[in-house]
């Protein structure tokens, strides 16, 4: 009796174990819903690997093409404290390529033949006839906007950075044209996830010309709605992903405007904030203040 007893309690006491174990961890899960004050843990950056469709070429980094450690990967060093400035002479832009792309003919930077996802949008844009059929002049055409942008390799493939340059030149005209973003008389940051862009209005008028961004990866979404800054912080460090994230503002649990310091086209997105480039993070700095109004609308493109 006393060994069927002294099983039963052990059993008893594992079983009451496991129960406090659930428990616990159903009530870590919800403990990140719990407001502003997860601005301790604020997501940064990201840079997952180039989508498998993708290939990487010899001689350059590791799941990207065209990109030379001496003119690109060392161009802009990471910023150990502080929203340090980073180094002058502009950054190349790596535009993601098809495998069968990612060789000798990209790295030398050929005219392709093969027609990019973004190839009407680039033909519309570079007022040539919107077939999205590539053709010799089209790749010309596309090449000479690559290199006037700094787009790696410039071989007239219209992926999708060279969509998202077309974007956002597009977009500088009249940003608001489809009405998305609330016109009021106070300023308010306007982020379109659809097209990666943001910028600044008041009254309906754009007080800061659209910029590119780089909202959350799929799982970690930014979130739509609307906010309002709360807490601005031009040093913060990111105590969840100890990164930098010079020029924080900070406008829903956590998810901020900050720079960053790698391309901002680069990987499949960030934890949930809004990157900018380092500038364009700076410039909002001195935009925007405590309480402005935030919209964020859409949905970030996949792929």
Not at 98 to 109: D, I, L, T, V, W
Not at 166 to 181: E, F, M, Q, S, T
Not at 205 to 230: A, L, N
Request: glycine content about 10%.
């Amino acid at each position: 009796m006393a060994g069927r007893a002294g099983r039963g309690f052990g059993h008893g006491m594992r079983e009451g174990m496991k129960r406090t174990l659930v428990a616990l961890l159903a009530g870590a899960s919800l403990f990140p819903l719990a407001g502003p004050s997860a601005v301790a843990v604020a997501p940064s950056a990201a840079r997952p690997a180039a989508p498998a469709r993708y290939a990487p070429s010899a001689g350059y980094a590791p799941g990207y093409v065209a990109r030379t450690r001496s003119a690109a990967a060392e161009l802009v060093p990471g910023i150990p404290r502080g929203p340090r400035r980073p180094a002058p002479g502009g950054r190349l832009h790596i535009e993601y390529v098809p495998r069968s792309e990612a060789g000798h003919a990209a790295r030398r930077a050929r005219c392709t033949r093969s027609t990019g996802p973004f190839q009407r949008q680039a033909e519309r844009y570079l007022r040539r006839k919107p077939d999205g059929r590539q053709s010799a002049g089209d790749c010309r055409a596309i090449r000479r906007f690559q290199q006037a942008h700094r787009i790696a390799p410039a071989t007239g493939y219209a992926g999708p950075v060279t969509g998202a340059v077309v974007r956002l030149l597009r977009a500088r005209k009249d940003p608001n044209r489809a009405g998305h973003c609330p016109v009021r008389a106070e300023r308010t940051a306007c982020v379109d996830l659809d097209r990666q862009l943001m910028w600044v209005q008041q009254a309906g008028r754009v007080i800061f010309d659209p910029v590119p961004i780089r909202s959350g990866q799929p799982t970690m979404e930014t979130r739509t709605g609307t906010y309002r800054i709360y807490l601005r912080r031009k040093y913060h460090i990111s105590n969840l992903y100890h990164t930098p994230m010079p020029f924080a503002q900070f406008f829903d649990r956590g998810e901020a405007f900050h720079g960053v310091d790698d391309d901002i086209y680069e990987g499949a997105g960030s934890h949930g904030c809004i990157n900018l480039t380092w500038s364009d993070a700076r410039n909002l700095w001195y935009v925007l203040k405590k309480h402005d109004l935030v919209y964020v609308w859409g949905r970030k493109p996949s792929g």
